[in-house]
């Protein structure tokens, strides 16, 4: 039996080439073949999936986080020039302890470092990842620092159009929200993030009044483009200022892996993620993994640390939806990487020994 492996991360855990090497392992001993995709769909995890993707290269350099410390920041770089960036490599929540999480003052700015930083070695061409950031500043941050890099006179309008005048960036973004308003930034992942209600509201203010500045300055208005909301509105200070498009990170890195040719002979794909549930379906990895796998008759197993809402995710069409906590296993135990792996472990044992698959046929 040919098992196709076509994970995200568990989030906190275990990235997704960890997820795949522990089911490979345990697969193999139930005598089955196996070929690994680890993915992302544009968050944790996407620089190493997309620099394995295209053969690149991780660089370093150094940048500020959303609170202005140094940090180091990775980012890679392919053979033909494009860079590829996870902006929550500077700015994201992860980086943040709980008592130290405010979006108020949380900045972009390292994301602008690092394509600075990518400008200066000859690279014009840029695959950004938005996901996971712990900042609300529409952008704001990204684009000062550009400014900052390129101190060659001028407001930030021409200051950007001149020394990016020959760069393309594409977006790889799944969140379809706009820049304010009720299903923006602030109001629908500002909370996640540290804010309480009355930061919100402050964030959205802000939000907004930069959208109307922008709008002026520029002439056009991308605040309410699905996206424009992602990272804390990083989405829309690349569609404003650059004219980014943006596509779904998963359906990209599944173009550029050749996903569908890998599915000729192919019996089973499992795909999965940390914490399944009906969010899932709306365009996150494992749905789209689904959707091009139903497409060839490939049945698709989905497994995750968590599941909620079972029934609609076997409606939508997999073949199996499992979690591989056990029962009563509280989420601090659950996430300890040798834990969660030896609960893969035995879900294999439990679910994918060939008897049970052979019964299932």
Request: charged fraction near 25%; charge should be negative.
């Amino acid at each position: 039996m040919k098992i196709l492996l076509a994970l995200d991360s568990f989030k906190g855990c275990l990235t997704s080439e960890e997820v795949e090497d522990t089911l490979a392992h345990a697969l193999a001993a139930q005598g089955m073949e196996t070929r690994s995709f680890p993915l992302s769909d544009g968050g944790e995890g996407m620089l190493e999936a997309f620099v394995a993707a295209l053969h690149g290269h991780i660089v370093s350099t150094s940048v500020h986080d959303s609170l202005m410390r140094s940090i180091e920041a990775p980012y890679g770089i392919t053979s033909d020039g494009t860079t590829i960036i996870e902006t929550a490599r500077a700015c994201g929540l992860t980086l943040l302890s709980a008592e130290e999480r405010n979006p108020l003052i949380a900045t972009s700015y390292g994301v602008g470092e690092l394509i600075a930083d990518a400008l200066h070695r000859g690279c014009r061409k840029f695959i950004i990842g938005l996901g996971g950031s712990g900042t609300s500043d529409a952008g704001r941050g990204m684009l000062r620092a550009l400014v900052d890099a390129f101190a060659q006179g001028g407001t930030m309008e021409e200051v950007i159009t001149r020394d990016t005048a020959d760069c393309r960036f594409t977006l790889a973004c799944d969140v379809r929200n706009p820049l304010y308003g009720r299903n923006g930034a602030a109001h629908v992942f500002a909370p996640q993030k540290g804010a309480t209600p009355d930061m919100v509201e402050e964030l959205d203010r802000r939000a907004r009044h930069f959208a109307e500045e922008s709008a002026r300055r520029l002439g056009w208005d991308m605040s309410s483009r699905p996206g424009a909301g992602a990272a804390g509105g990083l989405g829309y200070a690349f569609m404003q200022y650059f004219q980014t498009d943006s596509r779904s990170g998963a359906d990209l890195l599944l173009d550029f892996i050749g996903f569908d040719e890998a599915l000729q002979g192919v019996d089973l794909v499992i795909t999965g993620e940390g914490h399944a549930d009906r969010q899932t379906l709306m365009g996150k990895l494992p749905e789209r993994v689904l959707q091009r796998a139903l497409a060839h008759g490939v049945p698709v197993r989905l497994v995750a640390g968590r599941v909620d809402d079972k029934d609609i995710l076997t409606a939508a069409g997999f073949a199996g939806v499992d979690a591989i906590t056990p029962d009563g296993m509280d989420t601090e135990e659950a996430v300890k990487p040798e834990v969660a792996r030896q609960n893969i472990r035995e879900w294999v044992r439990r679910e994918l020994d060939p008897v049970h698959l052979s019964s299932q046929r």
